[in-house]
Every structure is written in C-alpha cells, then in structure tokens.
C-alpha cells in the first residue's frame, strides 16, 4: 500500500490515496521473453538474455535484447551513444511508429535522458511522463525512469512535486541500483530542507529562460516572471528595514538566514548522466549548415505535435551551445 | 552597493525582460515562432533573462558567503 504524491497519481492515473496498491508491479521476465521471441528473438539470443540477467541486471540484459532484435532501435542507440545528433531525432521517429511495446518504453526512457542531459528538463518531464502513463509494466527501467522524473522535475524546478515522486521512488523500488536510491534521498532532504529565497528565485527565472527559449512566452512564463517580481519586492522591503535598523550600515545581511547552497545540487540531479552533452553539441556545430537543415527537415517530415516540438527545440538547444 | 540597492537593480531587469516577454507574446504570434527571426529574438531575450539568473545567483552566493563567515567569527 502507498500514498501516491497527487501528481504523481493524476500521471499514473491511479487515485491519490493511502490505500492505493503499487501501481507498479515486479519485472516480468517470462512475458518480456515472450513478447521479444514473437518478434523474432532466437533461443541463443534468449539464452544470452538469461544469463546476463542472472550475472548483471535485468536492465541490462534486456536492453542487449532489444538491441540485438530490434536493429532501428540498436542504430538509434548507436547514434546517441556516439554523440551523433540524429540520434534523438530517431529515438523519437521509432516511438511514433513502433508497434513494439518494449522497444517503445526503452526509447522513451532514452530520449527522456537524452533531454535532461542537454538541460532540457521539461522536455525530460513530457517523455518520462509519457512512458509512466503508457509504457509502465513491460520494462525493467520503471524504477530508473521514476527517478529521473523526480530528478527532472528537481531541475524544472517543483520542489514539492520532485520530492513526492523521489519519496515514492526509494519506497516502491528497494532494488533499485544504490547510486540511484542514495541521490534521490540526498535530493529529498534538499529538496525539503530551508532554501535562501535568492537560489530560489534565480531557479524559477531558469526555468523561465528555458521557456522562452522554446519561444513559450504565453501567460505561464509571464505568471512566473510577475511571481519572481513580487518576491524580490518581499526581499527588498526586509533588506531595508534590516538596513534601517542598522543605522544604514548597509549590506551583508542575508535575508531569512540562507542555508549554504542550492537545493538543485548538480552532483544529485546528475547521476547517471549520459556525459554526451557537450560531445552531441560539438558534433552538431561541426555540422554543415545543409547537413543541420538536413537533419531538421527530416524531423519535420517524420514527426508530428509535441515530439516533433520537443525535438526541435533539442536541436534548437544544440544550436545554441554550439554558438557558445 | 547596499544589499537593497543590487536587489532593486536585479528587480530592474526583471521587470524590463518581463515586459520585453509580454510584447513579444502579443507581437509574434505562434504559426511565426518557427521563422528565423523570431528564434532569434525569443533566444536574445531568453539570454537576458539568463543575465538576470546568473546575477541573482552570484547574489545569494555572495550572501551565503557571508552569512558563513559571520557564523566563523561568532564566539562558540
């Protein structure tokens, strides 16, 4: 039984209540080794897959799996992990035409990775909120996505939300990988913990860079803008009758005694970062100009609504830390 | 620079790229914000709101700094 953050149940579509059964249930191994099989997995393939389960993790074995059946899904891979920039295009093109409900959930949680590895955390926020909703259940990476969807919305920011769904994260997976389950209790306790209301603010006016930068200018980014506002005419008026007090000695005194640092501590939100941000942003800069345009027409032809709007700004983003 | 003096200045800029955010929402509107120029325009203003991220962060570093060292040079 669990008590499921209230967004993260509306994302789950489970009931947000203490008596909720985990809407998450144990890998299952046989069905997964079914499903892959109907495809076209061969009994040494499967061999394999048993063995690397039992000596390594079911995570990485079935990963091995996909790659070795699924030949597009292993090239996309291959494109991402060397750092080639069409690499989230054709993670993105094998989601909206792939049948296969495993290679679409592993797709899904790369692609989500692959965005919060170039800061792009709400992108990462949309795809892992995709794959909780339609892809649960079929893949051993449930555990790992639900952490980088508290990690993601960590980096948005929403504190609260994050915290809830990392809360939830160390108590529905006790198996998951200790590095993951270490970082997320470092980032709840920051999460919770009194932040100076300075950090605070410059994480919100992050996220508002962010969002204009995708051109999202609308009443939400304006909202938060007019938000940040307000809080620093809060600040100003303590400050000046801190000053006061002090007889106009001036500066020094922070506001609500801060705490040392941010509560976006880039060592936790960063476990298990794919390292390739700065490799996928050169290679897109030593681009020719008709290669890029070449990679964003086809994004364009292959690729409708948000993803298509989520790869553009990736490639959007790419552009601009090439110029840098 | 007293303390309120930086804050009012970081609150200065907030209020120019919030109203710079406004007129470009209700001037570019959303079938435009693919065309070149209008990328570019919302990735100039998305750099100064990065501007005024970076200083108030520097700020709340400074401040944290600060409060530190007070708290070193209080008697235990």
């Keep these: ?324 | 620079m007293p303390l309120s003096a930086e804050l009012k200045l970081i609150q200065k800029m907030q209020q120019i790229v919030a109203k710079a955010t406004k007129e470009y929402d209700g001037r570019v509107p959303a079938e435009r914000r693919t065309e070149a120029d209008a990328k570019a325009s919302a990735q100039a203003l998305s750099r100064k709101q990065g501007k005024v991220e970076d200083l108030t962060r520097k700020l709340a570093d400074k401040l944290n700094q600060n409060e530190e060292a007070r708290g070193a040079g209080e008697p235990r």
């Design chain 1, 1 to 324: 039984m669990i008590r499921a953050v209230a967004l993260f149940a509306a994302v789950l579509a489970v009931p947000a209540q203490d008596d909720t059964p985990n809407p998450f249930r144990p890998f299952d191994r046989e069905a997964f080794v079914k499903a892959i099989q109907a495809a076209g997995a061969t009994d040494a393939q499967v061999q394999r897959f048993h063995a690397q389960a039992a000596e390594e993790s079911a995570g990485a074995a079935a990963e091995e799996l996909l790659r070795a059946v699924f030949p597009k899904y292993a090239a996309a891979l291959a494109e991402l992990e060397g750092a080639d920039p069409r690499g989230v295009l054709s993670l993105a093109a094998l989601i909206a035409e792939s049948q296969q409900p495993h290679v679409r959930a592993h797709a899904r949680y790369w692609l989500g990775r692959a965005f919060l590895d170039v800061d792009d955390p709400e992108g990462a926020v949309e795809v892992f909120t995709e794959y909780l909703r339609h892809d649960r259940n079929v893949s051993p990476f449930d555990g790992e996505v639900v952490f980088f969807y508290g990690s993601a919305l960590a980096r948005v920011p929403e504190r609260e939300a994050a915290a809830g769904v990392l809360r939830e994260f160390v108590q529905l997976f006790p198996d998951a990988p200790e590095r993951y389950r270490a970082s997320a209790a470092q980032l709840i306790a920051e999460l919770e913990s009194k932040i100076n209301p300075l950090h605070e603010i410059a994480d919100t006016m992050g996220g508002v860079e962010r969002r204009i930068r995708k051109t999202d200018t609308g009443e939400e980014t304006q909202r938060r803008q007019e938000d940040v506002i307000a809080k620093l005419q809060k600040i100003i008026e303590q400050v000046e009758e801190m000053e006061k007090q002090s007889s106009g000695g001036g500066g020094g005194n922070s506001p609500n005694s801060p705490r040392q640092d941010s509560n976006l501590t880039p060592g936790a939100t960063e476990v298990g970062k794919l390292n390739r941000a700065r490799d996928v942003t050169d290679r897109w800069g030593m681009l020719k100009d008709r290669e890029r345009k070449a990679i964003e027409g086809e994004a364009e032809a292959k690729l409708s609504g948000r993803h298509r709007k989520l790869v553009e700004d990736y490639y959007r983003r790419l552009s601009r830390g090439a110029g840098r």
